[in-house]
């Protein structure tokens, strides 16, 4: 039975939030091109509402979808009281009280906002769009704001930065429910990375680094094909043809991060990876990953996801 997800719009809906969602969990299919989820679109009221594109959107629900839904998801807004006061419009509180108390949260970008009035962020932490993040944190102190980051797993509450970054959560939601090869073939289908690297820093205006030169982004290729080997930060900047400070600044102009860290995290994305689709012992997938050890890996891997290999195996292995 496909999951029931309910998207949320409400006046000022961010356009481009409403097609996120539907787009990505509408390309996620089984093996036999069957859909996983279901994915419907309501408003507090069931009226239209205007969109930041200056079109309106007509929903097909009301607020009743809300209580059945397994996971409700609200989109991004340009204006509203959860922006300007910090707190909901009564229909938009009353929306929200529908949902199941056990049912999954997200937001896309400002959605971030509804959230937080409802109070459901409070204590957690949470992603919103960078532009916003000063007035995120004035109206709601009480929620631990990541404005560095392009979306945060609470678990089952998840929110993501700006716009686009709804697209990478809307992935690693599917990742999550049903491991990386549906995933990617979504992103495939969607024409859109499986993920990316970085985070939501890199997307914060500034200005852009000089590209009329060098590029590490040939070395990020080499690497990405070299992960079982010793890729020390000396090794990276000789390939690049750079010296060691020079190459650390134009990855981390690039990139958003420093090499070590997007070193670490394409090694804990490839023993995702083998864990999901292969049966290799642990200490195999720790080596081709580049870890060297079962125990170095699964340091690494518990401080990303939160398990051992061996418990994310049994949770999202599709190699039977």
């Avoid at 750079?242 to 650390?248: A, C, E, G, K, L």
Wanted: glycine fraction near 8%; hydrophobic fraction near 40%; aromatic fraction near 6%.
């Amino acid at each position: 039975m496909a999951h029931e997800i309910a998207l949320l719009a409400l006046p000022d809906v961010v356009a481009f939030d409403l097609g996120v969602p539907a787009q990505i969990f509408g390309a996620a299919r089984d093996e036999n091109d069957r859909p996983l989820y279901r994915l419907r679109t309501c408003t507090p009221d069931g009226a239209p509402v205007r969109t930041s594109a200056g079109f309106s959107a007509l929903p097909g629900h009301g607020p009743e979808i809300l209580a059945t839904a397994d996971t409700v998801a609200v989109a991004g807004v340009q204006d509203g009281a959860a922006m300007r006061e910090g707190c909901l419009e009564p229909p938009v509180a009353d929306a929200l009280a529908r949902r199941r108390p056990d049912a999954r949260l997200m937001s896309i970008c400002t959605g971030a906002f509804v959230l937080a009035a409802a109070g459901v962020l409070d204590g957690r932490r949470a992603a919103t769009h960078w532009r916003h993040a000063d007035r995120f944190r004035a109206l709601y102190p009480r929620v631990h704001l990541d404005a560095d980051v392009l979306f945060v797993d609470d678990g089952d509450v998840l929110t993501s930065a700006g716009v686009g970054a709804g697209i990478d959560l809307c992935l690693h939601v599917v990742r999550h429910d049903h491991g990386s090869e549906v995933a990617n073939r979504a992103a495939r289908r969607s024409v859109v990375p499986p993920w990316r690297d970085g985070g939501q820093s890199q997307f914060i205006e500034r200005p852009l680094p000089d590209l009329t030169g060098t590029s590490t982004a040939p070395t990020r290729t080499w690497a990405l094909e070299r992960l079982h080997e010793p890729l020390n930060l000396p090794r990276l900047a000789g390939r690049a043809g750079m010296s060691v400070r020079t190459f650390t600044r134009r990855f981390r102009e690039e990139t958003g991060v420093s090499p070590a860290q997007w070193l670490l995290r394409q090694r804990v994305e490839e023993a995702r990876r083998l864990l999901e689709t292969t049966g290799l012992p642990i200490d195999r997938v720790a080596e081709r990953a580049g870890f060297g050890t079962a125990t170095s890996m699964r340091q690494h891997l518990h401080a990303a996801v939160g398990v051992s290999p061996t418990a994310y195996r049994k949770t999202f292995s599709r190699a039977g």
